[in-house]
């Protein structure tokens, strides 16, 4: 069973950092891109950050390009989002998917409907 989970949201004040995580199961997270997305209140959903299989060549959406790091670490079956100089409108439910459609080793456009496998999502509040 395809399964991947979210961890590490939390409470933190503006300008503060904080590092998601996202564990795959059920399937070999080195042969996927992997992305994260996130939906605030009211918003619809956006792309954040999306990493390649390999080369892990990685993706960042402007508005958290500079901030915001993606890695992978493919012997713990995992992808880490970290977060620095958090905004408050950086306030939102995180989600990580694995790509679904064709070539699934690239992000390619990594817009949401190409991506499945979503997990709960984690909190992140940026407020001081």
């Known amino acids: 069973q395809v399964q991947l989970v979210e961890s590490g949201g939390d409470l933190v004040q503006p300008g503060g950092s904080l590092r998601l995580s996202c564990v795959a199961s059920?399937?070999?997270?080195?042969?996927?891109?992997i992305a994260w997305f996130r939906q605030a209140p009211g918003k619809e959903r956006e792309g954040v950050s999306c990493?390649?299989?390999?080369?892990?060549?990685?993706y960042y959406a402007m508005s958290v390009k500079g901030r915001f790091t993606i890695t992978r670490d493919n012997a713990e079956n995992t992808v880490h989002l970290q977060m620095d100089s958090l905004k408050p409108e950086d306030t939102a439910v995180y989600y990580c998917?694995?790509?679904?459609?064709?070539?699934?080793?690239?992000?390619?456009?990594?817009?949401?409907?190409?991506?499945?496998?979503w997990g709960q999502g984690t909190h992140v509040t940026v407020s001081s």
């Open positions: 998917a694995v790509k679904a459609t064709s070539l699934t080793a690239w992000c390619g456009t990594w817009r949401s409907v190409d991506f499945g496998s």
């Open positions: 990493i390649d299989a390999k080369p892990a060549n990685d």
């Open positions: 059920g399937f070999d997270l080195d042969r996927y891109a």
